[in-house]
């Protein structure tokens, strides 16, 4: 939310005294004193004007993970390991996961405990690409491109699939961009030419790309730049 906006949501503040306070730079939001109305709180921001602390910020905590097959991306399962237990972290409890996998898929998965963050990655309206390389048990043909880029009609749900992208790798291969998640959607959307998907991997999610030195079952935080950049 916009500094200005979280100001004057607050009893104590009407929108001229948000303004002043901005432009005597006397808010502060993670120790950096700001004036632009438009600087970007989150959940986990340090807020404060002069001394007063507005919003007691809790540190904000990223993780790039790739996922290996055989794991479930919930927090906690009766028969088989989950994502966040391959986390040597404390207070797992606040974590999630940003955009689940199913269990034999692998690729980039991230955990956080910052919710507004990972609404933006994962929200359509954000149309941020989810990437994923894809292989199937039979040749994809050339009409799956123009169909994926129209739309694939769901009946459960009782939609049509947002445009994606498909870049034809070899005959049983290739890379496709989506801006949703739905339920098992890449496998549905092969599957909507009865070609089974036997591989997939999911390679970046907006500007985030799979950090080619974690092995499957590895993770790292991410840097300050990759979180600013979502
Ligand atoms: N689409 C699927 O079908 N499965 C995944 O794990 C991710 C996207």
Redo the contacts with the bound molecule.
């Keep these: 939310m916009r500094v200005d906006r979280f100001l004057s949501n607050l009893p104590q503040f009407n929108r001229q005294q948000v303004r002043l306070l901005l432009a005597e730079r006397r808010v502060t939001v993670d120790g950096v004193a700001v004036s632009d109305p438009h600087h970007d709180v989150r959940e986990f921001s340090l807020v404060c004007v002069d001394d007063a602390v507005l919003q007691a910020g809790k540190p904000a905590r990223y993780f790039m993970l790739h996922k290996p097959q055989g794991c479930v991306?919930a927090t906690s399962d009766p028969q088989h390991p989950t994502v966040l237990d391959l986390l040597d972290e404390p207070d797992k409890v606040e974590l999630h996961i940003a955009?689940?996998?199913?269990?034999?898929?692998t690729g980039l998965m991230l955990i956080t405990n910052d919710g507004q963050w990972s609404r933006r990655l994962t929200q359509p309206q954000t149309k941020l690409p989810?990437v994923?390389y894809v292989q199937t048990e039979q040749d994809i043909g050339p009409e799956y491109a123009a169909m994926f880029a129209k739309g694939v009609y769901f009946a459960f749900e009782d939609l049509t699939t947002q445009p994606a992208e498909l870049e034809l790798l070899s005959s049983r291969t290739a890379r496709l961009s989506?801006i949703e998640?739905?339920?098992?959607?890449?496998?549905?959307?092969f599957g909507y030419f009865d070609n089974k998907?036997i591989g997939?991997h999911?390679e970046r999610m907006g500007p985030l790309v799979l950090d080619a030195a974690l092995a499957p079952g590895q993770y790292r935080p991410l840097t300050d730049e990759e979180i600013r950049q979502v």
């Design positions: 991306s955009g689940r996998l199913d269990f034999n898929t989810k994923y989506i998640g739905r339920y098992h959607q890449v496998k549905r959307m998907v997939l999911r």
